[in-house]
Nanobody
Framework: QVQLVESGGGLVQPGGSLRLSCAAS????????MAWYRQAPGKQRELVAR???????IYADSVKGRFTISRDNGKNTVYLQMNSLKPEDTAVYYC?????????WGQGTQVTVSS
């Protein structure tokens, strides 16, 4: 049974930092591309960052220079380091594992950026 469990969300002030984690089980983690998506109220889910099995990364323009995605294959975990957070980063953040036509999702973790 595939499980993706996100953690690390919460309430943070503008300019602050958070690190999200996504622990995977039930998959051969190292061969999957991993990604973080987010969905704000009333908006479509959007890609935030993605890391391939080989370690190549892509970022949404809105988070470039502020967010960093990384993975630890020994721990079956993908991370999203978020710095210089803005109110517009407020959303539910979802972890995604993708291999060919296979796509698995976590349950999401809320990130709220507010003073």
């Amino acid at each position: 049974q595939v499980q993706l469990v996100e953690s690390g969300g919460g309430l943070v002030q503008p300019g602050g930092s958070l690190r999200l984690s996504c622990a995977a089980s039930g998959i051969s983690f190292s061969i999957y591309a991993m990604a973080w998506y987010r969905q704000a109220p009333g908006k479509q889910r959007e890609l935030v960052a993605r890391i391939t099995s080989g370690g190549s990364t892509i970022y949404a323009d809105s988070v470039k220079g502020r967010f960093t995605i990384s993975r630890d294959n020994g721990k079956n975990t993908v991370y999203l380091q978020m710095n210089s957070l803005k109110p517009e980063d407020t959303a539910v953040y979802y972890c995604n594992a993708q291999l060919a036509s296979i796509s698995k999702w976590g349950q999401g973790t809320q990130v709220t950026v507010s003073s």
